[in-house]
């Protein structure tokens, strides 16, 4: 009885140490994702911002463009 009582024990011990275990695996995860949800954002952001300055670019160009056409042509029906 004695004996299986010290076994009952160590196990309880053991099952002990294994969720201290879980908990610290646990909270190692939730750092790592957290740290990698942060770096993603970040590029995600950084990305944006790129393409929002190609997008300005884009617009500006379209703006004079439009400028260009917008002003009248010369045309060869005026001095017929």
């Not at 990698?36 to 997008?55: F, M, P, S």
């Not at 300005?56 to 001095?79: H, I, Q």
């Amino acid at each position: 009885m004695e004996k299986r009582l010290v076994k009952k024990e160590e196990i309880e011990k053991q099952l002990q140490e294994i969720v201290a275990l879980i908990e610290q695996v646990d909270a190692k995860m939730e750092r790592v994702i957290a740290d990698v949800i942060e770096e993603r954002y970040a590029q995600n952001k950084e990305h944006l911002a790129h393409l929002e300055g190609r997008i300005a670019g884009v617009e500006r160009r379209l703006d004079g463009k439009k400028a260009n056409a917008e002003r009248p042509l010369p045309s060869k029906l005026y001095f017929v």
